[in-house]
């Protein structure tokens, strides 16, 4: 265990003095083995212009390579708003389906201009482990996404004229078919 943690040492390291001039740039970072592969892994979420604005969530495994790489919006949600994780730690990440591996849920905004966005719902995909890297599978996890539509149906009684909402229900609907 303690030659896995200096790799992980000196990459923060290294991030941090790369990153540390980056104007209005935020940093998370958070180690775990979240693969169960036996050896920790470096998670690193960046924020662009605080908190609420774009930034970039990558994981790096023991050896340094990059094997999650995506652009995610604002603070780190869960399916949920109501489950607020002001920074990587284990709530970040839920195993959606009991296997032991964490999913990562990417979640961003539709962007519609019929509606405030501080009221835009949140589309997440799901990306699970699959014995190299991260890869998208959001139809693996119909289940979820029926409890996401449950919620993107609430919404559009509310703003009937969201087209980023009616777009998440369609996909929804797609994916909620697999059950």
Partial sequence: MGNQIIPAILLILT???FT?????KLTATYCADINKDGQTELLVHDFFGGTGAVGEL???N?????IFKKRVEGDPYLWDTEKYVPSLTSDFFPDLDGDGLVEILVGYR?????????NE?????VYRWNGKKYV????DFPGF????LKYYQSHIKQNPGCKSVQRFIKIAQELVKML
Avoid: S, T
């Avoid at 540390?20 to 209005?24: F, L, Q, S």
């Avoid at 719902?121 to 995909?125: K, L």
């Fill in 15 to 17: 991030m941090f003095c």
């Fill in 110 to 118: 539709g962007h519609d201009e019929n509606i405030a966005q501080v």
């Fill in 58 to 60: 990558r994981i790096y």
């Fill in 62 to 66: 023991a050896k340094k390579q990059c």
């Fill in 136 to 139: 998208l599978a959001n139809n």
């Fill in 121 to 125: 719902p949140w589309w997440f995909d």
């Fill in 20 to 24: 540390a001039n980056a104007k209005d």
């Fill in 145 to 148: 996404f029926k409890e996401q």
